[in-house]
């Protein structure tokens, strides 16, 4: 049986559907109209903050030459420092200007710009879980290689080595345009790597290459393994950075060490420098080799000179973070020592009238303290005008006797590393009055 519609319901369809349709239209066209009204501001705001910072430079070196006191010309210094870093980071969340050479030539003068923050975070970790998956696939296949002699594994493996580490600067030079920090070395480190994966895949069989394929599989095998626990360790100092809401977005595993990163950096510099070693070795195999009548393909000597600058730099920019960190940390002993620092905040929290304050247990006066010192660490790394990886501690005083715990974690040094605008509110605390100072420097 057919079904009967009436003529004033297809009617009043069919008018409901144009509807829809003109309201729809209207507001794409004001998506459109906001989408060049943002590009243009775009635009403006880079020339703005270009020129700001230009004048911040140039307001620095008057100071500097100013007949300022001493006490003053810090104090304005540090002003200007500040705004210097608020710019930069206003000009991370707008559309990268030029994408370099090497983007242009493979994907073409197109803005790679990520303006979503969301979505830079959502990249970054895919590039973080690409890495860990393909590190993972070359420790299984590495051991495949080495023990099954055939010509066409071996070719597969390099070839394999080839388009990850072509893939991986691509996926560098794109974060690097979203303003991840990324050092030139380690970008240079990977464009290094994709051409001795090259040089690998089109040597050819013989003596030579037989005499030095199981030593570069080892330290191809070795060197997964190293990439694997970075990953690893930097993808649990992030998920716990995010966790307190004091990561950088865009920080990733080949831009070296921060200051929260310290420890972790003396569980990894064994392995590092046991790499770099194995680099140096290689190096050294390689040139005895090409000294030898057997020998005589171009790619020995090549090889030999690309493993030698790869740890060479590999080795002065390891120093360099180390030594940097060493400083650091010493920096911030001797400025506790003499109370020198950047800025302090206090809060004094007035006493609630209780009527059965003294009934209060320790356990309850503890809990409170606590939260105070949490909410605290909280806010305070996202005040706008705190410089990247500074630290920061939270002292507490009661005006009854309470012993705060050794072993509370809220207690210890923080360190920040966001930069965020965020108003600092008030809060409850309890039952009695506390001071509470914080210290950055």
Request: proline share 2%; hydrophobic share 40%.
């Amino acid at each position: 049986m057919d079904l009967q519609i009436s003529v004033s319901d297809c009617r009043t369809a069919l008018s409901n559907f144009q509807s829809r349709v003109s309201d729809f239209e209207i507001s794409f066209k004001d998506h459109l109209s906001m989408r060049t009204s943002v590009g243009q501001f775009q635009v403006s705001a880079r020339k703005t903050l270009t020129h700001l910072l230009h004048e911040v430079s140039e307001l620095k070196k008057i100071t500097k030459l100013s007949i300022l006191d001493e006490e003053e010309c810090k104090k304005e210094l540090s002003k200007l420092n500040n705004y210097e870093m608020r710019f930069d980071e206003m000009l991370s969340h707008l559309p990268c200007e030029n994408n370099g050479i090497y983007l242009n030539i493979i994907l073409g003068n197109i803005s790679v710009s990520i303006l979503n923050r969301m979505q830079r975070i959502r990249y970054k970790e895919e590039y973080e879980k690409f890495k860990l998956r393909v590190n993972l696939i070359l420790f299984v296949f590495a051991p495949i290689v080495y023990f099954v002699h055939l010509r066409v594994l071996d070719a597969a493996y390099n070839f394999f080595l080839v388009w990850y580490y072509c893939t991986l600067t691509i996926r560098e030079s794109i974060l690097r345009c979203n303003g991840s920090r990324i050092k030139g070395w380690w970008l240079f480190h990977h464009y290094a790597s994709a051409v001795l994966s090259g040089i690998m895949l089109t040597w050819p069989d013989g003596e030579c290459y037989q005499n030095s394929r199981k030593q570069i599989l080892l330290f191809s095998f070795y060197i997964s393994f190293v990439t694997f626990l970075q990953c690893q360790y930097q993808r649990g100092c992030l998920y716990r950075l995010k966790a307190l809401g004091r990561r950088h977005s865009m920080d990733i595993t080949v831009e070296g060490f921060h200051t929260w990163m310290f420890r972790g950096l003396t569980f990894l510099l064994p392995f590092l420098i046991i790499g770099y070693v194995f680099q140096l070795y290689n190096a050294y195999l390689l040139y005895h080799l090409s000294q030898t009548y057997q020998c005589r393909e171009w790619q020995v000597s090549v090889l030999a000179l690309l493993f030698l600058l790869m740890a060479t730099g590999n080795t002065l920019t390891t120093a360099e973070v180390c030594f940097h960190k060493v400083r650091h940390r010493l920096g911030v002993r001797d400025r506790l020592q003499d109370r020198d620092v950047l800025e302090c905040w206090h809060f004094r929290i007035s006493l609630l009238p209780a009527d059965n304050f003294e009934k209060k247990q320790m356990q309850s006066a503890e809990e409170q303290l606590r939260i105070i010192v949490r909410k605290i660490s909280t806010v305070a790394p996202f005040l706008p005008v705190l410089p990247p990886n500074c630290s920061f501690d939270c002292f507490a005083y009661t005006d009854c006797e309470v012993e705060c715990p050794d072993d509370w974690s809220e207690l210890k040094p923080k360190t920040v590393t966001t930069e965020q605008m965020i108003n600092l509110g008030s809060f409850n605390v309890g039952f009695y009055s506390i001071d509470l100072t914080v210290c950055y420097k």
